[in-house]
């Protein structure tokens, strides 16, 4: 079970490499892309690294029947598309604009070139990457081993969390993407969630309103 909010998981990556967001600009021209750009493909060869200065993208698979599973979402002053970190090999999730971006795009040399000028972003660099594969696993564990309830209590509380907010901006289908459930087994857990007076529900929104008892509802068998 998550511990009273205390795992060290991020769903929302944000600012993990904010300090050296004016060393990228001072070397490099952001690119502006509008919502909805594909940047990765799964399957398909991987593009590059980017490292985003303003907006969020969405990082998801989608398996030969199309079903979505998403796995987390970036937003500024962090890098996406690590799968291009090995450029022999097929990209194994796709990155798409959720909002109008702007990105600088990278490859691994201008990263090890920017080290001659900022040692430490070495360190802070595989610290980041690390951040990653911790989601990566995470994520991994919740499929395994949780019911549908479990999973989207904690993802609510997760997102609430990293957002540092008691609203979740997404509907029921992208949290569906998100824990692996379908829309109607999201919408039977949230109907119930909202009967105990935990959630509010609007269109495309979530309202945490009892985060303790959300916990407290979670570990009930």
């Known amino acids: 079970m998550m511990s009273e909010l205390e795992i060290a998981v991020r769903f929302q990556l944000k600012n993990n490499l904010k300090k050296y967001r004016s060393l990228f600009l001072k070397h490099y021209d952001a690119v502006s892309y509008p919502k909805g750009h594909i940047f990765n493909r799964y399957g398909l060869p991987v593009n590059q690294l980017y490292y985003l200065t303003e907006g969020t993208v969405l990082v998801y698979t989608t398996n030969l029947d199309g ?5 987390g979402t970036h937003q500024k002053n962090t890098v996406f598309n690590l799968d291009s970190l090995d450029r022999r090999q097929d990209a194994v999730i796709t990155t798409e604009a ?6 600088i795009p990278l490859t691994v040399e201008d990263i090890i ?14 610290i980041y990457v690390g951040d990653v594969l911790r ?4 994520d991994a564990q919740e499929q ?3 019911d549908v309830k479990t999973r989207l209590i904690h993802f609510l509380l997760l997102y609430s969390r990293d957002d540092d907010s008691s609203e979740i901006a997404l509907s029921q289908y992208r949290i569906g993407c ?14 119930q969630l909202k009967e105990l007076g935990l ?23």
């Open 135 to 138: 989601l990566m696993c995470y």
């Open 67 to 71: 079903f979505t599973r998403l796995i």
């Open 113 to 126: 070139g920017l080290t001659g000028e900022a040692p430490d972003l070495y360190r802070d660099f595989l």
């Open 199 to 221: 959630i509010e529900i609007t269109r495309n929104k979530i309202v945490l309103l009892d985060k303790e008892g959300l916990l407290h509802y979670c570990r009930e068998k």
């Open 98 to 103: 959720l909002t109008d971006v702007q990105v």
């Open 178 to 191: 998100a824990i692996n459930a379908s829309r109607v087994q999201v919408t039977r857990v949230c109907s």
């Open 144 to 146: 395994s081993i949780n």
